[in-house]
Structure formats: C-alpha cells, structure tokens
C-alpha cells in the first residue's frame, strides 16, 4: 500500500551521533599529577641532601673540636721542648751536658712546632669548610 508508494518500505533515515571528550581538560590533570610528582621528588631530594649536609657538619664539628684539644696539647709540647731545651743549655753551659742533647732539644722544639703549624693548618682548612657547608646550609 500506502507505504509503498511514499517509499517508506526503504526509509533512508541517518543517524549521527556526535560525542566529544574533552581531551585537553585530562590532559592538564594528567600534566599537574606529574608536576606534582616532580615536585614532591625535588623536595625528597632537598631533604635527603639537608641531612646528608647536616651529617657532614656534624662530622666536621667533631673534627674541628676534636682538633682543638690536639692543638693545645701541641702548644703543651711546645712549651714542654722550650723548657728542655733551656734546661739542656743551661747544663751545657755550665759544662755538665753535651752539645749533642741542646741540639736534639732544639730538634725537638722545632718539630713539635712544626706540628702545630701542620695541625693548625688543617684546623683553619676544616673551618673554612665547615662554614661554606653552613652558607649552603642556610640558603
């Protein structure tokens, strides 16, 4: 019948469906999780080296202090061989000691200031590091 003569046996009826996703708006979440990420890791990575620094300071406050009593048992030393060395003179001059003991006083003497020199060095080495560490430190 009637549908056969309008065609409708065959109806040409389209249908489109349009669905957009909004890509960009995941991809920005995506973008700022990864910052995220980034960012909590460069801050796990401050840390870690704040306290590896902190370590180190601490080491080196140990060296220093540790230091310092070895310099003042230098001086000690050095007074020490001052007052041999006075003590072998005044023999020797006297006549009752022998050149050979005023010399190796004298040696002596010399050598325990050279060790203060050498470990007063490494002192003022160690201050001058530890107070660059503390400037990063405090950055």
Known sequence: GLDRALGMDKPDLVVGLLYSFPLRNRTAKAQITKTDL?????????DD???NLASVL???YIQ????E???KLNQEQIESAK????????LYNQGRGDLTFV??????EQNAKLTYAVNALTY???IIEYKALMDQLYR
């Open 124 to 126: 003022h080495k160690l």
């Open 64 to 67: 220093i202090r540790e230091l």
């Open 38 to 46: 980034q960012i909590n890791q460069l801050k796990k990575q401050v």
């Open 69 to 71: 009593k070895v310099l």
């Open 103 to 108: 010399i190796q006083s004298r040696d002596n």
């Open 49 to 51: 080296l704040t306290l």
């Open 58 to 60: 601490t080491n080196l």
């Open 83 to 90: 007052r041999k060395t006075e003590e072998e003179l005044k």
